[in-house]
């Protein structure tokens, strides 16, 4: 139980055009999903932390205009990088928790997005 | 703010061995847990371990052990009986208030 899915697991894309990464829990109602930016060989930095029908909270530093985040379902929240610049280019992971798990929440698989 | 302190950036260790992975963390929090999550290769981040901070009895999963020392604000994690498949970067994180930080990470190398 508790499967994250996380899509697409890598993407490539041109400067100035957008792309969306969805972030699906299979067999659980995820009120709560964080996305996660990790730069190679770097830790997870906490982007931004979404809750099932409100506005996404960004973490200091953190573009929304340019990171869209929408958590629409219990089961779904997708990160849209909009504008993508090379320096976008990065490894995003994503999390989601269950309503009655304190901690330890499950990770998807993550996608590495590349901008040409 | 918490912070969260990894101060070994690569460790290695032969196989059959132990090794303990250090990790310090700092807050004002009461209420927190802590955990040691695996990255392999693959980048899915696998929990390894957890720990309550109301909890003094230290956790343990099979090889996996910590040693929680919350005046020292310190959360260390021995592996024992290391095996290639540990190999992996490993993280410490620190979670509070429905936020969680990550530590910068040690990347562990299991040697035959």
């Known amino acids: 139980g508790a499967v994250v899915s996380q899509h697409p697991s890598w993407v490539i894309c041109k400067s100035g055009t957008s792309v969306k990464i969805e972030c699906r829990s299979l067999d659980f109602q995820a009120t709560t999903m964080f996305w996660y930016r990790q730069f190679p060989k770097q830790s997870l930095m906490l982007m931004a932390t979404?809750?099932?029908?409100?506005?996404?909270?960004?973490e200091q530093g953190v573009e929304k205009d340019k990171f869209l985040i929408n958590h629409a379902s219990l089961t779904l929240s997708t990160l849209t990088v909009t504008s993508a610049h090379p320096e976008d280019s990065s490894f995003y992971i994503c999390?989601?928790?269950?309503?009655?798990?304190?901690?330890?929440?499950?990770f998807g698989s993550g996608t590495r997005l590349t901008v040409v | 703010a918490q912070t969260v302190t990894q101060s070994q950036p690569e460790m290695s260790v032969q196989e059959a061995e132990t090794v303990t992975l250090s990790c310090t963390y700092d807050t004002s929090e009461n209420n927190y847990y802590l955990f040691w999550y695996k990255q392999p290769p693959s980048r899915q981040m696998i929990l390894v371990i957890r720990q309550e901070a109301y909890k003094q009895q230290n956790a343990t999963e099979n090889r996996f052990s910590v040693n929680f020392q919350k005046a020292a604000k310190s959360f260390s994690l021995k592996i024992s009986d290391s095996q290639l498949g540990d190999t992996a970067m490993y993280f410490c994180a620190f979670g509070a208030n429905n936020d969680m930080r990550f530590g910068a990470g040690t990347r562990l190398t299991v040697k035959p």
């Open positions: 999390s989601a928790k269950r309503p009655e798990q304190v901690y330890g929440y499950t």
């Open positions: 979404s809750n099932e029908g409100s506005k996404a909270t960004y």
